[in-house]
C-alpha cells in the first residue's frame, strides 16, 4: 500500500493506518491471519535455527492458506479483532494463551483486557 506524501520539506509515511483507505480491513486481517499462521512457522523456524528469524510471513495465496502450510496454531482463522483459542485442558489453554501473547507482542498487535474473555469453558464467538 503506497500512502506517502511528498512535500519540499521532505517524504512523509504514515506509522499508523490512516482513516479513509479502502482497503483498511483486508489489510488488518491479513496482518492478523499471518501473524497467528506466523506464530508456529517462525516459531519452527527459530527452534531448528537457533538464531532470530526475521524474514517476513505471509502464508495467504488469494486470502486463503497456501495447502502446503500447516493450519493455524489456534485450529481456527481470526475474524477482524475476534480471536477464539480451544484447547482440551486448562494446562493446554494457558500455553497457546502464553505463545500468542508472545507473538501478538513480537507483531506489535495490542490486546485490549476490558474487552477480552479468557477461560470460558463456552462462549458465544462472531454471534453463534
Request: glycine share 8%; with cysteine.
Amino acid at each position: 500500500m503506497i500512502s506517502a506524501v511528498i512535500a519540499p520539506s521532505g517524504l512523509y509515511e504514515w506509522l499508523r493506518m490512516p482513516f479513509g483507505l479502502n482497503n483498511v480491513q483486508q489489510i488488518y486481517q491479513r496482518m492478523v491471519d499471518n501473524a497467528l499462521y506466523g506464530y508456529l512457522t517462525i516459531g519452527e523456524q527459530r527452534r531448528s535455527s537457533g538464531r532470530e528469524v526475521s524474514q517476513p510471513v505471509d502464508v495467504f495465496t488469494h486470502g486463503e492458506p497456501d495447502p502446503h502450510r500447516k493450519p493455524s496454531v489456534l485450529g481456527r482463522r481470526s475474524y477482524i479483532d475476534d480471536i477464539l483459542i480451544p484447547a482440551a485442558s486448562w494446562t493446554s489453554l494457558h500455553q497457546k494463551v502464553n505463545r500468542l501473547l508472545e507473538f501478538c507482542d513480537q507483531w506489535n498487535l495490542s490486546i485490549s483486557l476490558p474487552k477480552s474473555v479468557w477461560g470460558r469453558s463456552k462462549d458465544k464467538y462472531l454471534g453463534h
